[in-house]
T-cell receptor
Framework: SAVISQKPSRDICQRGTSLTIQCQVDSQVTMMFWYRQQPGQSLTLIATANQGSEATYESGFVIDKFPISRPNLTFSTLTVSNMSPEDSSIYLC??????????FGSGTRLTVV | QQQVKQSPQSLIVQKGGISIINCAYENTAFDYFPWYQQFPGKGPALLIAIRPDVSEKKEGRFTISFNKSAKQFSLHIMDSQPGDSATYFCAGNAGNMLTFGGGTRLMVKP
């Protein structure tokens, strides 16, 4: 399965600022996914990022708040903009391999103060 | 809209016992049902998965039982070990989109 490197692993940010999270995959993949996992909760899909097209956002998530870039088949970034304490979560990127083998990064633990 | 309901939320099992986690789904378009194991500070890791044309799949101590007519599936962990203590998530896939259950925090006592 693919190996995902996600950076940073954790950060503490001031409210009103933005944080960009990077996701690097060791192989070319068509689809990359960004999830949010609030403390003690399950995973919720934020958006799907395909190379060469705009990301597709799920209900409740908007591009102005969570802009995504996908410049090539091995890399994507998620920015959490104008952060508030409610954005404190773990953010995870994921890729899907052949036969639906989804692989997840280790996540970025974000705390907004 | 919670399309995958998972129970129990937490589970305590003695070492050597059987851990059972249940999931029920609503979306009949799901064509793949994985289970993920997540340790603190780590991302979810695929544990075992099943497709709806199979009623059971076993890999080592882990077994998925699948009931398509009831739209339910379960994870059985045999001979549970303290190292199995983690959070477990079931999920359903439709159209390259995973929908997760709420998670079960398993603690295996030595």
């Amino acid at each position: 399965s693919a190996v995902i490197s996600q950076k940073p692993s954790r950060d503490i940010c001031q409210r009103g600022t933005s944080l960009t999270i990077q996701c690097q995959v060791d192989s070319q993949v068509t689809m990359m996914f960004w999830y949010r996992q609030q403390p003690g909760q399950s995973l919720t899909l934020i958006a799907t990022a395909n190379q060469g097209s705009e990301a597709t956002y799920e209900s409740g998530f908007v591009i102005d708040k969570f802009p995504i870039s996908r410049p090539n088949l091995t890399f994507s970034t998620l920015t959490v903009s104008n952060m508030s304490p409610e954005d404190s979560s773990i953010y995870l990127c994921s890729v899907v391999n052949k036969n639906y083998g989804y692989t997840f990064g280790s996540g970025t633990r974000l705390t907004v103060v | 809209q919670q399309q995958v309901k998972q129970s129990p939320q937490s589970l305590i099992v003695q070492k050597g016992g059987i851990s059972i986690i249940n999931c029920a789904y609503e979306n009949t378009a799901f064509d793949y049902f994985p289970w993920y194991q997540q340790f603190p500070g780590k991302g979810p890791a695929l544990l075992i998965a099943i497709r709806p044309d199979v009623s059971e799949k076993k890999e080592g101590r882990f077994t998925i039982s699948f009931n398509k007519s009831a739209k339910q599936f379960s994870l059985h962990i045999m001979d549970s070990q303290p190292g199995d203590s983690a959070t477990y998530f079931c999920a359903g896939n439709a159209g390259n989109m995973l929908t997760f259950g709420g998670g079960t925090r398993l603690m295996v006592k030595p």
